[in-house]
């Protein structure tokens, strides 16, 4: 999905700037869907206000300018929804992880196995994080991602920890 078609289903469960909307996709369900930095977000609220999918308003703030807070039209929930019709493109995952261990045979072990800490540590801290999170209050739709998002990483730190014990078994059956 493009950033445009994000914030538009953003939208759609209530008004929010687009500091909360950036927010949205560091810490809500929508960081496991897509990633979006301010420098593509405004530009596309810009546009969807242009193209009256999204209207504007500005709100008064003490010692602070004015804050601008977007809502959803009915053209733009028709627009979004439209979007969803669509077929979906294929998921894509890019990892400067993965790209490391595809070289992982040039690589000194110790090297190796420290990437793989890394990555688990990184990917047990992922799984606290979505434990911590209380599913009831969501959507059925947010459910779902952060349930897929806890699976998906539950199962990457199994394929991990095996392949770590693995590579280590092969240290200890060389220096034999």
Do not use: W
Request: hydrophobic content about 40%.
């Amino acid at each position: 999905m493009d950033v445009r078609t994000i914030c538009l289903g953003i939208l759609t469960r209530g008004d929010a700037t687009g500091y909360e909307i950036k927010k949205l996709f560091e810490e809500g369900a929508f960081q496991y869907a897509a990633e979006a930095s301010f420098g593509s977000i405004y530009p596309a609220l810009g546009r969807l206000t242009e193209e009256g999918l999204v209207s504007v308003r500005e709100e008064a703030q003490e010692k602070r300018p004015d804050r601008k807070v977007y809502s959803i039209t009915q053209s733009g929930r028709n627009t979004f929804l439209a979007s969803l019709m669509k077929p979906l493109a294929e998921d894509r995952s890019r990892s400067p992880f993965v790209f490391a261990m595809l070289f992982s045979d040039l690589l000194p072990q110790s090297r190796v196995l420290g990437l793989m800490d890394t990555y688990v540590a990184q990917t047990e801290h992922k799984v606290a994080q979505l434990g911590r999170k209380t599913c009831e209050h969501l959507m059925p739709g947010e459910r779902f991602a952060i349930e897929f998002a806890h699976t998906i990483y539950t199962a990457m730190l199994d394929f991990l920890r095996t392949r770590r014990a693995e590579i280590e078994g092969q240290t200890l059956q060389a220096a034999e």
